[in-house]
């Protein structure tokens, strides 16, 4: 499981350094887009109820649940890391429970993502999704994420 969750996290690194990395052609007659659209950016600014932490931590989450799946757990231990973005634990738990994310779908994002990399039975599959050392999802969100990604008959 220690492999799968380096994997895991070699991959995260992977996307955000594609990311980062946009080719620029020296061209360019307009100006560039946004790493985090107005839209964005006005969505977290209508919660003020949340902290100026809590608000970084909201874009933070949000690009993170772009790349790839994450639990609800897993995206607090991610946020709150210190190999990851270092906020309070608080701070990443009131800014990931302010978000609408839909945790089956998370989970069968990253069911997709293990089975591209790797084969896993159905029950290999449920438990690296549930597992505290795999991605921390409840167990009916990964048996959904696995039944979704076709693990399972």
């Not at 009131?94 to 978000?99: M, R």
Request: overall charge negative; aromatic content about 6%.
């Amino acid at each position: 499981m220690k492999i799968e969750r380096t994997i895991r996290g070699s991959l995260i690194v992977a996307t955000l350094l594609v990311a980062s990395c946009g080719v620029e052609s020296s061209a360019s007659s307009g100006p560039r887009e946004p790493a985090v659209s107005s839209e964005q950016v006005a969505a977290v600014d209508e919660e003020p109820r949340l902290t100026g932490p809590q608000r970084n931590a909201v874009r933070s989450a949000r690009q993170y649940l772009s790349m790839t799946g994450f639990s609800r757990d897993g995206l607090i231990q991610q946020l709150s890391s210190s190999a990851g973005d270092g906020y309070e634990i608080a701070d990443a738990t009131a800014a990931v429970d302010s978000l609408d994310v839909d945790w089956n779908e998370n989970a069968a994002k990253s069911a997709e993502q293990y089975l591209s990399i790797s084969g896993f039975s159905c029950n290999g599959l449920v438990e690296q999704l549930s597992s505290s050392a795999g991605d921390n999802y409840t167990e009916s969100q990964a048996r959904y994420g696995a039944q979704k990604a076709g693990a399972c008959s």
